[in-house]
């Protein structure tokens, strides 16, 4: 019987076609076996092709400097790649920070700019100051590349975003920036106290220096209001600018003690020779607190005239209108 079959496959090689089936079949059924092996050892989550060659994908870091790269090589480029606009919208308005933080190549500059203007980034990219990525250092460098004057009014706004941070950012932004047409929209800002802080607003004010003094002063006498005015006699008495005393010696006069001690301290602060005299005058005002400022005024200007009205002022009973008389007699030099 075994002779008979042995007969039978020594045959089948006398026929090709068969031959070359049971080899197809034989070859299959190894793959198959070596497959279930592999299956067996690596688990059945797992395929051959993934044991093979691990898939990795890259995470939100990678593929942000793979962005910042694509886009610094655009920046260099002697035409606006339609690559580099494609990045930008896909990463708006984070993605500013590229133009803020990469070199510009000049002759992109024009296109550039019509580009980020006409898509709003930049009013964007603004609103959203004190968030994560939003600094005011490249809000500086972008409203520099592409700011235009008459979006100013809007950068006031910034000091009203809802956040704190946001607000404090913004008043970072607008020191930064300094640009003094800007004072006629920070003023007006002032007397809206329910929609800014006027703390806020003030201390841009103080970052201007130049006309801030000037134009500040300027407003006393258009001012009503005892809030209005302490208002302004409070930032002016912090500014470091020179201007015109005319218009706060005016306040000397004033029926409120508050305003006239106010207006002192400016005086104080201001040390113009000019406002000597009515200061003089204000020596014999009713209220302690304000001979007492005023005697520190004098001595700042040195105002010689007020020698002997301050000698009678420094026998006070009063404590702080005497020292302060004192004082005012070191600095004059009697």
């Known amino acids: 019987m075994i002779e008979t079959y042995i007969y039978q496959l020594m045959s089948w090689f006398y026929h090709p076609y068969l031959f070359l089936c049971l080899l197809v079949m034989a070859f299959i059924g190894v793959v198959f076996l070596v497959r279930g092996i592999f299956r067996l050892l690596l688990g059945p989550n797992r395929s051959l092709q993934a044991a093979a060659v691990p898939q990795t994908t890259p995470d939100a870091e990678e593929l942000a400097r793979l962005a910042q790269v694509r886009i610094k090589a655009a920046l260099q480029q002697d035409e606006l790649d339609p690559a580099l606009k494609t990045e930008l919208k896909a990463g708006a308005p984070l993605s500013l920070n590229y133009l803020a933080e990469n070199e510009i ?110 134009v500040l002063s300027a407003l006393l006498p258009s001012l009503h209001s005892r809030d209005d005015i302490l208002l302004v006699l409070d930032i002016l008495a912090q500014t470091e600018d020179r201007f015109a005393s005319d218009n706060v010696v005016a306040l000397l006069s004033n029926t409120d003690a508050t305003i006239r001690i106010a207006a002192a301290e400016v005086l104080a602060q201001l040390a113009d020779i000019a406002s000597g005299q009515a200061l003089l005058i204000a020596l014999d005002d009713s209220n302690d607190v304000v001979r007492q400022v005023c005697c520190r005024a004098l001595g700042e200007i040195c105002y010689l005239p007020a020698a002997d009205q301050l000698a009678e002022l420094a026998k006070s009973d009063i404590p702080a209108v005497q020292k302060q008389a004192e004082f005012a007699l070191k600095r004059i030099g009697r």
Not at 114 to 141: M, P, Q, T, W
Not at 155 to 160: D, K, M, N, P
């Open 105 to 214: 190549n000049e002759k992109i500059l024009p296109s550039l700019k019509h580009l980020v203007i006409r898509e709003g980034y930049l009013s964007v990219y603004l609103a959203r100051l004190g968030e994560k990525g939003f600094s005011a250092d490249n809000a500086l460098c972008l409203w520099q590349l592409f700011g235009e004057d008459g979006q100013l009014p809007r950068l006031v706004e910034l000091l009203a975003l809802p956040s704190e941070d946001g607000q404090m950012e913004a008043v970072r932004f607008l020191k930064l920036l300094k640009n003094e047409a800007l004072l006629p929209y920070l003023i007006s800002a002032l007397w809206q106290p329910n929609r800014f802080v006027t703390a806020r607003v003030a201390e841009v004010l103080l970052s201007m220096g130049g006309k801030t003094g000037v």
